[in-house]
């Protein structure tokens, strides 16, 4: 978009003169049309928070009203999900129609029943560049799912306890470029204090990828391309260790490409280590500590945590025994039935692509201590400066390239953060042994 501000409010939108407001910030590079849910419309205050906060990242913004007020009042059509899907497309159309948006990207901003809408609408038109739906109901969209090509991104609460089983059900069916985040201790309306900022950030995050021009992109140096060139910009910082005789441990999936890189820079032999978060009863994001795999696995608890969910000591029993299993499946699959590198008495370099809270990362560090590594050090892209300074006590040394003030979640930090397959894993391992690998 070229020329000056645009900002019109109370406009009309197509043959259902649908009540709309326009904000589009000078330059922008793409447009976000806002799909509301049941009961809401273009005066939303939280989607008018996000909205605002997609413009200051330099995105035009469109919210309006699905429905005339006399068809809100029909609650039927609150849940006409096709009804709100040909509204939305008629949107879109008006969109196209305005020369200074027409060359623009297009995505969708869903929330609750206007999740289905976009998503539905987005399988119609293949011209939908990003959807992102904020505790919505996507499973309405049905088999709609199926045919939906739009990278799409599903923001869940951790406390919306009802909604996340439908949004991983819906997340199975997708079989476009896709993610699932869930915001700790959020509800379904995400009024928890930094909840709907968290919500933002996933928002911008999405579609900066996926709606960015490569003529208006540009290189941004607190963004990492994608885990193989974090791993590359690591490697300075690490390669002090060269003479070491040092081990590169990976947590899998994610931190397996950052530590491809280093280990061979440092022409080190990598492995994973396996790891395992014990989840809370009913809430398996909360962890109340988490088994590590070794000749001896080890289970390392968050004392605290236990206390104040009191979970049960045969919840406990079942849960780890469950965990174990997996780790089991990982180790036939990752290491063909190798034993792990042997770290007694070696300096351990561990790696991630990145760590939030630190609780997995805490047990970790603590189990490969108990197995006699004689030097810890934990090396990440990016994490936040309190969650780096809890862990401290862990590891002899600790190298992080980023420690972002506003720090919500590590894929923000990357333009692509695809899930890692076990398939990747398995050739990136193979390839490492290849090259001088698990010694």
């Avoid at 070794?294 to 000591?313: C, F, L, S, T």
Wanted: proline share 6%.
């Amino acid at each position: 978009m070229t020329g000056g501000r645009a900002q019109i409010s109370d406009v009309n939108i197509g043959p259902h003169h649908l009540a709309g407001i326009l904000d589009a910030p000078e330059g922008a590079t793409a447009i976000v049309i806002f799909a509301h849910g049941s009961g809401s419309g273009r005066n939303s205050p939280r989607n008018n928070q996000v909205a605002a906060g997609l413009r200051e990242a330099g995105f035009a913004t469109l919210l309006l009203d699905l429905l005339s007020e006399q068809e809100d009042r029909n609650r039927g059509n609150v849940f006409d999900i096709g009804l709100l899907a040909s509204r939305l497309a008629e949107a879109s159309d008006w969109v196209r129609a305005r020369p200074e948006f027409a060359t623009l990207p297009v995505g969708y901003f869903g929330a609750s029943t206007g999740a289905a809408a976009a998503l539905v609408a987005a399988a119609e038109r293949q011209n939908v560049g990003a959807v992102v739906s904020r505790g919505g109901r996507p499973d309405l969209a049905g088999e709609a799912l199926r045919a939906v090509t739009a990278p799409t991104l599903l923001i869940v609460g951790g406390a919306d306890l009802p909604v996340i089983p439908l949004n991983r059900a819906a997340f199975a069916a997708l079989s476009c470029e896709k993610d699932l985040v869930i915001v700790p201790r959020a509800s379904h309306l995400f009024e928890e204090p930094g909840a709907l900022e968290e919500v933002i950030e996933h928002a911008k995050r999405w579609f900066r990828r996926f709606l960015s021009s490569p003529l208006t992109g540009t290189c941004d140096e607190r963004i990492f391309a994608d885990r193989r060139e974090a791993g590359r910009r690591l490697v300075p910082t690490l390669i002090k260790f060269k003479n070491d005789n040092p081990v590169v441990l990976a947590l899998p999936r994610g931190g397996v490409p950052v530590a491809f890189e280093v280990a061979q820079a440092l022409n080190a032999p990598l492995d994973v280590v396996l790891v395992r978060k014990i989840g809370a009863p009913g809430h398996q994001e909360l962890g109340l500590g988490a088994v590590v795999d070794g000749p001896k696995p080890q289970v390392v608890m968050n004392d605290e945590i236990v206390r104040a969910i009191e979970p049960g000591a045969g919840y406990l029993k079942a849960e780890t025994s469950r965990q174990l299993a997996e780790i089991e499946r990982r180790r036939r699959l990752y290491r063909d039935s190798e034993p792990p590198v042997d770290i007694a008495g070696r300096t351990v370099i561990v790696i991630d692509d990145g760590i939030a809270t630190g609780g997995t990362m805490r047990a970790v560090l603590k189990a490969l201590s108990r197995a006699g590594a004689r030097r810890l050090v934990l090396a990440v892209p990016v994490a936040p400066t309190e969650t780096l300074v809890s862990l401290k006590a862990e590891a002899d040394d600790i190298i992080c390239l980023m420690t972002p003030e506003s720090f919500f979640a590590v894929g923000m930090h990357y333009r692509d953060f695809n899930q890692i397959s076990d398939r990747e894993v398995v050739e990136l391992l193979r390839r490492a042994k290849g090259n001088g690998g698990r010694a």
